[in-house]
T-cell receptor, first 113, second 115 residues
Framework: AQSVTQLDSQVPVFEEAPVELRCNYS??????LFWYVQYPNQGLQLLLKYLSGSTLVESINGFEAEFNKSQTSFHLRKPSVHISDTAEYFC???????????FGQGTRLTINP | NAGVTQTPKFRILKIGQSMTLQCTQDMNHNYMYWYRQDPGMGLKLIYYSVGAGITDKGEVPNGYNVSRSTTEDFPLRLELAAPSQTSVYFC??????????????FGEGSWLTVV
């Protein structure tokens, strides 16, 4: 069975500092990988996804994630964070050919001025 | 194009009461889902549907029922509310990308408290 583990439940960083949110998955078959963001009191929004091709994927607001098959990881990074990036971030995996998305436990990113 | 719409946004229920969370999507997506979100637990799949007339259990289906009579609607029913069902509920829908991936779109959530 597939599972997704987000290694940090909370990550506090200072504004304009770099950040990495870690995600590891386990699956015996190929998966698609996603990062979703949830701002306070809102639903989840797709941030970026890896389906195939280039292992580095980017979002429009400066986040990027790299698919590493050998380490079964899909860590999310941003070189310089802003106060508005304060949110909860969820990593998720979908087994190819399946319809059910499996989520990690979430990482709360807090940006301090 | 409203996307995925859930109602109500907030509800307080007494133990043993019943209620239905409504969900509708206008994107003609075949797949629809109900998740619940509890602090520190991420999202857990309750039920999902791959098309009208077809539903299946997810990870945590006990205490819930669903139906899918149309492509657009996927209501979630709680028959006998229990405090353990206090949670935030998210409805979602998805389609299959050209590349075979499945991009899921979420509603804004329904906050349910059972007292």
């Amino acid at each position: 069975a597939q599972s997704v583990t987000q290694l940090d439940s909370q990550v506090p960083v200072f504004e304009e500092a770099p950040v990495e949110l870690r995600c590891n998955y386990s699956s015996s078959v190929s998966v698609y990988l996603f990062w979703y963001v949830q701002y306070p009191n809102q639903g989840l929004q797709l941030l970026l996804k890896y389906l195939s091709g280039s292992t580095l994927v980017e979002s429009i607001n400066g986040f990027e994630a790299e698919f590493n098959k050998s380490q079964t990881s899909f860590h999310l990074r941003k070189p310089s964070v802003h106060i508005s990036d304060t949110a909860e971030y969820f990593c998720a995996a979908l087994v190819q050919g399946a319809q059910k998305l499996v989520f990690g436990q979430g990482t709360r990113l807090t940006i301090n001025p | 194009n409203a996307g995925v719409t859930q109602t109500p946004k907030f509800r307080i229920l007494k133990i043993g009461q019943s209620m239905t969370l409504q969900c509708t999507q206008d994107m003609n997506h075949n797949y629809m889902y109900w998740y619940r979100q509890d602090p520190g637990m991420g999202l857990k799949l309750i039920y999902y549907s791959v098309g009208a007339g077809i539903t299946d259990k997810g990870e945590v289906p006990n205490g819930y029922n669903v139906s899918r009579s149309t492509t657009e609607d996927f209501p979630l029913r709680l028959e006998l509310a229990a405090p353990s069902q206090t949670s935030v509920y998210f409805c979602a829908s998805s389609y299959t990308d050209r590349g075979g991936g499945n991009t899921i779109y979420f509603g804004e959530g329904s906050w349910l408290t059972v007292v």
